[in-house]
C-alpha cells in the first residue's frame, strides 16, 4: 500500500512538508492534536471547549472508541464491577472541572430514601475519623463522563487509528503520523500537522515481575500465573469449583481487590479456597521519616486513603515539589511514595477472619523462582529470613503493577530519540511546570504530556482523576497564554457552569 513511512522519515528528526509530499502520505490541518484518547485526552478537550475552543481546532487521535475504554477494562479485570467503588475522593470529578455537585451530593439526590440521601453526605462530613473515606461508583463515574462526551461533542474530534509517532515540523510545529484502521484510508499512513500536541498516552501496558515473566515464557503456562490486570476470571471459576490454593503477590489496591473477590466467593459460593499473600516487605506498624510525615500500617500494609497525601493535589506537598530539582525531588517522591492501599472496615475485617479460621496466611520473602508442581500446580520458592520456602498452589496472581518503563511505549520511545525530550529524576517522561515536555519546542509549537508517564515532574498525583484536571488547567492556561484559546474568566466560567448543570452543549 502506498504513503507509508520512508526510511528517510524513520531516521529524520525533523520533517519538512515536502519529505511528507515525496513520501505519498496525506497531511491533514489541524491546531491541536491530543494523543491516546483517554481520560488524559478527555479532561484536556473538556477544559478546552468550556475556555471556548471550537471542535475543528482540536483532533483526538485513539485506538479506543471512548475515552473511558481502558479504564473500565482494567477496573473489571481487577475486580472492580460497576456498583463497586473505586480509589478516588468525591470532588474528583472528571466530567465536571468546577468539581459541584461533587460525586457525594450527586449520590445523595439519586437516592429514593432518607438513609440513601444522608448516608453518602455523612460520610464525606466525617471521613476519615467516624467513617472511611467517601469513594463514586464506578458506574456512576463513567456514566457521567459519557454524558459531558456528548455535551461537548467529543464523537466529532475523534480520529481512529494507531499513532506511530510525532516528530518536529520545520518551521514549527509537528507531525502526528498514524495509521488508520483498515479500509479507512486509500494510503498505509496518515499525517496530522499541528501547532500543538498533546500526550496521554496512558500506562505502556503489563508488568510482570522477573521471576513470573521468566516461568511463563519456558513453561508457556498462562493460565496458572496470571497478572490482576490481564483476563483472569477463569481463576475465579475454577476455585468456585475445586478447593485449591492460590499465591497472590502485591501490596496495593489492586491486591486488596483480589483478595476482596477471593473472600467474597468463600462467602457467597461456598468455595473453600486456600490463599497465600506473599509480601516481599512487611509492614508492622506507623512508619515514616518524621511525626509529621508518618503513614499508618499494619499486618504487612502500608495504608493510606489515596495514592497520596492529599496535600499533592492542593496543599504544602504540592508547593513543596513545585519548587524542588533532580535529587531532592526524586527523595521527596521516595518519602511520600511507595505501595500502599486504603484501609476499609470490610477488607480489615475479612482478613482478620481468614487468619482466625486459618485460610488466610502471608509470608515475608524475596521470590527466587517459580516451577510446575506435582498434580498440575505451581511451585514458588520464596528466599525467606528462616531460609527457603516452597509454597506450592494452582494459581499466583500478580498484581504488583503496570509497565513503568516509558521505554515500552512506541510513541514515547520515538520521543526521547527524535524530538529532544529527556527522563525526570523517577525515570519517566520530562515536564515543565505547565506540562510542557522540556527539549521539544518547536517554534511557535508546544509539546504536552499529562498522566502516568510524567510520574516524576513538579507535580506528584498526575495519574489520579484530579491530576489528569490540574494539568489540563495548567496547559489550558498555557495555552490561553500564547492566544491558542480565551483565558477562562469568572464569568464564562459560571456561565459554563450554569450550561453544564442544564446539560446543555458548551
Known amino acids: 500500500m502506498r504513503g507509508d513511512l520512508t526510511p528517510a522519515l524513520v531516521e529524520t528528526s525533523v520533517w519538512t512538508d515536502g519529505m511528507l509530499a515525496q513520501a505519498g502520505i496525506p497531511v491533514h490541518d489541524t491546531p491541536l492534536v491530543t494523543v491516546g484518547g483517554g481520560i488524559g485526552s478527555f479532561v484536556l478537550v473538556d477544559y478546552l471547549r468550556i475556555a471556548g475552543a471550537p471542535t475543528s481546532a482540536i483532533r483526538v487521535l485513539s485506538n479506543i472508541e471512548t475515552p473511558w475504554q481502558t479504564y473500565r477494562y482494567l477496573t473489571r479485570v481487577s475486580q472492580i464491577p460497576d456498583h463497586e467503588r473505586i480509589r478516588s475522593d468525591s470532588g474528583s470529578t472528571p466530567d465536571n472541572i468546577w468539581a459541584f455537585p461533587s460525586y457525594a451530593v450527586r449520590e ?29 461508583r464506578i458506574g456512576a463515574v463513567l456514566d457521567s463522563m459519557a454524558r459531558e462526551a456528548a455535551r461537548i461533542s467529543y464523537p466529532q474530534m475523534l480520529v481512529p487509528g494507531q499513532v506511530r509517532m510525532v516528530r518536529r515540523r520545520a518551521g514549527g510545529g509537528y507531525f502526528t503520523v ?46 496458572r500465573v496470571v497478572n490482576a490486570y490481564e483476563p483472569h ?13 492460590v499465591v497472590v503477590r502485591g501490596a496495593g489496591i489492586v491486591a486488596s481487590r483480589i483478595l476482596d473477590r477471593l473472600i467474597t466467593d468463600r462467602d457467597r459460593h461456598g468455595a473453600r479456597t486456600h490463599i497465600v499473600h506473599l509480601f516481599r516487605t512487611y509492614v508492622r506498624g506507623s512508619h515514616g521519616p518524621s511525626v509529621f510525615m508518618r ?15 492529599k496535600s499533592v493535589w492542593g496543599g504544602q506537598l504540592k508547593a513543596r515539589m513545585r519548587a524542588l530539582e533532580g535529587e531532592e525531588r526524586r527523595a521527596l517522591y521516595e518519602t511520600i511514595g511507595g505501595t500502599n492501599t486504603p484501609r476499609r472496615r470490610k477488607w480489615q475485617e475479612q482478613l482478620a477472619r481468614g487468619r482466625h479460621e486459618g485460610w488466610y496466611a502471608t509470608r515475608v520473602g524475596e521470590v527466587e523462582r517459580l516451577t510446575p508442581g506435582p498434580g498440575g500446580t505451581v511451585v514458588t520458592r520464596v ?34 530519540d527524535h524530538s529532544g525530550a529527556g527522563h ?35 507535580f506528584p498525583g498526575v495519574d489520579t482523576f484530579l491530576g489528569l484536571q490540574i494539568a489540563a488547567q495548567e496547559i489550558c492556561d498555557d495555552l490561553a497564554s500564547q492566544g491558542f484559546v480565551p483565558r477562562l474568566g469568572v464569568a464564562r466560567s459560571v456561565s459554563q457552569w450554569v450550561r453544564w448543570m442544564r446539560n446543555q452543549p458548551v
Open 383 to 416: 528466599r525467606t529470613a528462616d531460609g527457603m520456602l516452597e509454597v506450592p498452589a494452582a494459581y499466583v496472581i500478580d498484581a504488583t503493577g503496570l509497565v513503568a518503563d516509558i521505554r515500552e511505549h512506541r510513541v514515547l520511545a520515538d520521543l526521547l
Open 295 to 309: 503513614r499508618r500500617g499494619g499486618d504487612g500494609w502500608a495504608y493510606q486513603g489515596f495514592n497520596y497525601p
Open 108 to 136: 445523595a439526590f439519586a437516592a429514593r430514601g432518607l438513609r440513601g440521601f444522608v448516608e453518602p453526605l455523612f460520610r464525606v462530613a466525617t471521613e476519615p475519623l467516624l467513617s472511611d473515606y467517601f469513594t463514586p
Open 178 to 223: 498514524i495509521t488508520p484502521p483498515s479500509g479507512r484510508s486509500e494510503t498505509r499512513r496518515v499525517a496530522f500537522r499541528s501547532r500543538h500536541v498533546h500526550l496521554g498516552v496512558g500506562y505502556p501496558g503489563l508488568k510482570f515481575l522477573p521471576d513470573l515473566q521468566e516461568y511463563r515464557s519456558r513453561y508457556g503456562d498462562v493460565r
Open 424 to 458: 525526570n529524576p523517577l525515570g519517566r517522561l520530562d515536564v515543565e511546570r505547565t506540562f510542557e515536555v522540556r527539549g521539544t519546542r518547536s517554534g511557535s509549537g508546544r509539546l504536552y504530556a499529562s498522566g502516568a508517564a510524567t510520574l516524576g515532574g513538579y
Open 233 to 245: 476470571e477463569h481463576v475465579y471459576d475454577e476455585l468456585i469449583r475445586h478447593p485449591a490454593t
